[in-house]
């Protein structure tokens, strides 16, 4: 993997699953991270587990939906530690699981605020400052971004829009030496996962684990990798959704 000494890494979402672990991932490699989430507590907690670690990172709060928010989220990281390099808007939530009857427009507008345009306000933010000198910004999309999930239409609408931005995004900045890529996961162990799946019957989460052909669900760190790899090592990578889903798609 690339070593990423010297360098600025941000991570929306990481107080916690992927967000966290790939924010360790890129301090690790030498990164300077900031930790940007809506609760403070756990982002905090993320920049303490990295410094712990001997790498460097500190907070941002940000709710990704508000235009000033993120635009102060990354001009915090510029101010901060003198660039952006690496972006990685992974901020989302899912807290649907309703039968079709019992689909909420409140729900299906929360659910977009964050997760697509949350994701279309990073990117303006961050290609702003990347213009003139490259970067590397990854979306973090879904299994949904390419599938509808039964009882899960505001998810999956909004995971699909991720990846229409994110091949956009990509087509318009390639030239000036921005690379813009989706990682597309299956299951993951993370607190929205067990949420989901609390809302389960009884054997629901076997069940799960069962539809990837891989016979589990993934652990945050394994998306992680795949998310510094296309960031820094992917160097011909363009406006792609790479699925790391344990077969899942394949299906």
């Not at 299906?108 to 970067?135: P, Q, T, W, Y």
């Not at 945050?220 to 790391?244: C, N, Q, R």
Request: hydrophobic share 45%; aromatic share 6%; net charge negative.
């Amino acid at each position: 993997m690339k070593d990423m000494q010297g360098k600025v890494a941000l991570v929306t979402g990481a107080g916690g699953g992927i967000g966290r672990a790939t924010a360790k991932l890129f301090a690790k490699q030498g990164a300077k991270v900031v930790v940007a989430d809506y609760l403070a507590e756990a982002g905090e907690e993320t920049v303490s587990q990295i410094t712990a670690d001997g790498g460097t990172a500190s907070f941002a709060s940000c709710d990704v939906s508000v235009p000033d928010q993120v635009a102060a989220m990354v001009r915090y990281t510029v101010d901060t530690y003198g660039g952006l390099d690496y972006a990685v808007n992974n901020a989302g939530i899912d807290p649907e699981f309703a039968l079709e009857a019992d689909w909420s427009l409140d729900s299906f507008d929360r659910i977009m605020s964050i997760n697509a345009r949350g994701v279309f306000l990073c990117m303006k933010e961050e290609i702003a400052r990347m213009k003139g000198k490259g970067g590397s910004i990854v979306n973090v999309g879904s299994f949904a971004s390419f599938a509808g999930v039964p009882n899960k239409p505001s998810y999956s609408a909004s995971k699909h829009a991720v990846l229409g931005l994110t091949r956009s995004a990509a087509l318009q900045y390639a030239r000036e030496g921005i690379r813009i890529n989706a990682v597309c996961p299956g299951g993951v162990k993370t607190a929205i996962m067990a949420d989901n799946l609390g809302s389960l019957p009884e054997g629901g989460e076997d069940l799960v684990a069962q539809n990837h052909p891989i016979g589990r669900i993934a652990e945050p760190e394994e998306i992680a990798e795949t998310i510094v790899w296309v960031a820094g090592s992917a160097s011909y990578m363009v406006g792609h959704g790479l699925i790391v889903d344990g077969g899942l798609a394949a299906g």
